[in-house]
């Protein structure tokens, strides 16, 4: 094979081909069919050639640009492993980040007045992440590893103060601040820092319609499927247990329904909190019930969410920012709720297994009542099968669970008694709000 440089050709080419691309082309010649190949230089015009590299910038151009907005929009997982639920306290001095690791709290979030230099380097001695608002100091302090999230404005969803006062009295509250503008704010906070989540905490509006604290926008829930889309986690807080309101006092049950709610309306690609609460906050009368908060933490998570905040501060009848500590027993339940919510971090945070195949509840009457009134989910986890239920009343039941497969005899977890099952279910009884968790105790029978 060899080049014939008298048959090399000059012309202009239409087709997209780079300028000053050699194409070689096989051609016969001669009586004894000798292969020589022909080779064609094709210039492009200079029209042609810009021509070929501002398409070339453009697709590059688009490239980077789907890039970004890829990156931009896939919501990024907070650092924790499978096996660690993420349980938080609210708006607590970072002095104080020991104290609550102690009882089981792995998480901060929100800080006073920062995040400050000074607020980031205790934390980070403590070893205590946080999610926290985004400023000058989050993004550029050397201790901002210690930062897993940002933190947009809380209860934005509920009427806002007017700014300004007149001689002693507010102006008064004005408008919710509007879906729209807070998915901007999140766009510019992912924009500056793509890397980290970023949460929503909601108000009182995702569980309770009523609730006048919307202003002009109450009785509105049309507005929150438009407000999740300002974060990557969703949170929201209503205190039941502290409610003056005769309407809400003492119904644990919205804290399930707008979990379910929350969920509904974000998609399977954000991920659901809920803020507990543990202090009587503006009611002096309220009695704070240890076993009320595990009830709020375990109907939350057997409805879904997949992380806990818990509000500690109390306002009347006197200030208190860290509540637990000056109540011993109510910190040492709640470390106790901790330990055991961190103990099945593993279980909860596995897909849910669809064991259960009906629900039967009885009043203290033996009549029959509305399945509504218990939350039931179940998993299978080395080779084990676990049921997790809690009521939704505030009056005893009986409950009767059916399953798909029969699961022998079940362990109830932390209250040392065994249950029997009759065939494919088992009966149990709820006193007010009571949980019950279950674990098959053969191995081997719920093997995927």
Not at 125 to 146: H, K, T, Y
Not at 179 to 183: D, G, I, N, S
Not at 431 to 435: C, F, L, P, T, W
């Given at each position: 094979?060899h080049?014939?440089s008298?048959?090399k ?13 050699y ?5 016969k010649?001669?009586a ?12 492009a015009?200079?029209v ?7 398409c070339?910038g ?8 789907g ?19 993420p349980?938080a ?23 006073w ?9 205790t ?25 897993i ?6 209860e ?6 007017l700014v300004?006062?007149?001689?002693a009295?507010r ?7 509007s ?5 901007e704010?999140y766009?510019?906070?992912?924009a500056?820092d ?14 309770w319609d ?8 109450t009785g ?7 407000y999740?889309?300002?974060?990557d986690?969703l949170?929201f807080?209503?205190?039941p ?8 006092a003492?119904r644990l049950?919205v804290v ?6 929350l969920l509904?309306?974000?998609g ?13 906050v503006?009611?002096?009368d ?5 076993q009320h908060?595990?009830?709020?933490v375990w109907?939350?998570i057997?409805n ?8 500690v ?6 200030f ?12 040492a ?7 055991e ?7 909860i ?25 218990i939350?039931v ?14 009521s ?6 009986r ?11 079940l362990?109830?977890?932390?209250e ?10 088992f009966?149990d009884?709820f ?5 019950h ?6 191995r ?5």
């Open positions: 094979m080049w014939d008298a048959d050709v000059r012309r202009r080419s239409a087709l997209p081909v780079a300028p000053g691309k194409i070689d082309r096989p051609q010649v001669g004894g069919g000798t292969a020589r190949r022909t080779l064609i230089v094709r210039r015009s200079k042609a050639r810009l021509r070929y590299w501002w070339a453009r697709l590059i151009l688009l490239a980077v640009i890039l970004a907005q890829t990156v931009l929009a896939a919501s990024p997982r907070l650092p924790f492993a499978d096996d660690v639920f349980l306290v609210w708006l607590q001095q970072p002095v104080h980040a020991q104290k609550y690791k102690n009882l089981g709290i792995n998480l901060y979030v929100g800080l007045q920062g995040p400050t230099a000074a607020q980031l380097a934390l980070k001695q403590a070893g205590m992440p946080v999610i926290c608002e985004q400023n000058e100091a989050g993004l550029s302090d050397r201790n901002r590893d210690i930062i999230g940002w933190l947009q404005q809380d934005p969803d509920n009427a806002q103060p300004g006062k007149i001689g009295a102006l008064g509250w004005g408008s919710p601040v879906p729209a503008e807070m998915q704010r766009r510019a906070m992912r500056r793509p890397s980290r989540p970023v949460l929503l905490g909601l108000g009182k509006g995702v569980a009523s609730w006048k604290g919307r202003g002009n926008r509105h829930p049309e507005d929150y499927p438009q999740v889309k300002a974060g986690i949170a807080d209503i205190y247990a502290a409610e003056t309101d005769p309407a809400l003492g049950e399930a329904g707008g979990v379910k709610r509904a309306w974000a399977p690609e954000r991920t659901v909190w809920n803020t507990i609460g543990t202090s009587k503006k009611n002096p309220a009695v704070v019930n240890p908060i595990r009830s709020q109907m939350s057997i879904g969410a997949r992380g806990i905040i818990y509000f501060h109390q306002f009347e009848p006197r208190v920012e860290a509540t637990w500590f000056e109540s011993p027993d109510i910190a339940a709640i470390g106790r709720i901790n330990a919510v961190q103990g099945l971090a593993k279980v945070l596995s897909p849910a297994s669809g064991d259960i195949a009906s629900i039967g509840l009885r009043d203290e009457n033996l009549n029959p009542v509305p399945s509504t009134g939350a989910t179940s998993r299978r986890k080395d080779c084990r099968l676990y049921v997790f239920a809690t939704l009343s505030s009056k005893p039941l409950a009767g669970i059916q399953l798909r497969q029969a699961p022998g005899t362990d109830v977890i932390g040392g008694r065994p249950l029997p099952a009759s065939g494919k279910g009966e009884d006193q007010s709000y009571a949980v968790l279950y674990v098959s105790s053969a081997n029978a719920f093997c995927e």
